[in-house]
C-alpha cells in the first residue's frame, strides 16, 4: 500500500513538472490526451464493465464539445461554467438514446450506435444549424486565460484545468467500479451461497410434509 500511495505521489509530480520542460504545442497535446481520457471513462463503463459495443461514442462527445463551445461563442459564458452545462446535456441525450436502446444487445446496439456516430457529423453540418455550429470550418474560441493574476500561459492553465474539470466525473466512475466490484463478490461469494442456503433451508422446514408449496405456473423456485 506504501509503494502504491509513493508510485503514486512520484506520477503525480511528473505530470505536474511536465508542462514545464515541454514546448507549448507538446503541453497542448497532452491536455488533448487529459480531454480524451475523459471520454475513455464513459466508453470503459459501458463496454468495460457491462460488456456492450458502443461504435457511436463520440457523438455523446461532439455533443458536449459543441455545447460547450457555442455556450462561450454565442453566449459569452465563462469557459468553467459551461463544463456542467456540456455534461448535463449529454446526460440528457444519452438517456433519451438509451431508452429505446434498452432491449438492444450485442450486434443489434453496436449498429444503432454506429448510426449515431455516422449521423451525428452530418447534423453538425445541416445548414439550418451551421450558423451555431459553424459548419463545416466549426467553432473557432480562444484559449482561456489563466484567473487571478497566475503566472501561467494559457496552454499550461489549460492543462492543469482539464483534470480539475474531470474529478467528478473520475469519481463518479470509482464510486461505479466500486459498487461494481462489490457486487461481483456478493454473488460469487461463499458466504451469499451460504445465506441462500439457509433461506431454502428455512422455507422447507416451515412447508408442511403432506403438502408441499409449489411455485406458480411460469415462476421457477429458487432453492430448486
Known amino acids: 500500500m506504501r509503494a502504491r500511495i509513493l508510485f503514486l505521489g512520484v506520477l503525480i509530480g511528473v505530470a505536474c513538472a511536465l508542462p514545464f520542460l515541454v514546448s507549448s504545442y507538446r503541453t497542448f497535446q497532452l491536455t488533448l490526451v ?36 457555442i455556450l462561450i461563442d ?3 459564458a465563462p469557459y468553467w461554467a ?8 449529454c446526460l440528457v441525450a444519452g438517456f433519451l438514446f438509451g431508452l429505446p436502446a434498452l432491449r438492444l444487445e ?10 449515431l456516430g455516422v449521423a451525428m457529423p452530418q447534423l453538425l453540418k445541416y445548414h439550418h444549424l451551421e450558423k451555431w455550429t459553424g459548419g463545416v470550418q ?7 486565460e489563466a484567473p487571478f493574476g497566475i503566472p501561467l500561459e494559457a496552454d499550461r492553465w489549460l492543462y492543469f484545468f482539464t483534470p480539475c474539470s474531470s474529478s467528478p466525473p473520475t469519481a463518479s466512475a470509482s ?19 451460504a445465506l441462500s442456503t439457509a433461506r431454502c433451508s428455512s422455507s422447507s422446514s416451515r412447508t408442511s410434509p403432506t403438502r408441499s408449496r ?11
Request: hydrophobic residues 50%.
Open 74 to 76: 454565442k453566449a459569452g
Open 82 to 89: 459551461v463544463v456542467p452545462a456540456a455534461g448535463g446535456v
Open 106 to 115: 450485442g450486434l443489434y446496439l453496436a449498429l444503432a450506435t454506429f448510426a
Open 175 to 193: 464510486s461505479f467500479r466500486s459498487s461494481f466490484s462489490s457486487a461481483s463478490w456478493w454473488v460469487a461469494s461463499p458466504r451469499s451461497a
Open 34 to 69: 487529459l480531454v480524451y481520457a475523459i471520454a475513455l471513462l464513459g466508453l470503459n463503463i459501458l463496454t468495460g464493465y457491462n460488456g456492450q459495443i458502443s461504435l457511436g461514442h463520440g457523438a455523446f462527445y461532439a455533443l458536449g464539445a459543441y455545447c460547450a463551445a
Open 214 to 224: 409449489r411455485p406458480p405456473p411460469g415462476r421457477s423456485s429458487a432453492c430448486s
Open 138 to 144: 466549426g467553432i473557432v474560441i480562444a484559449k482561456p
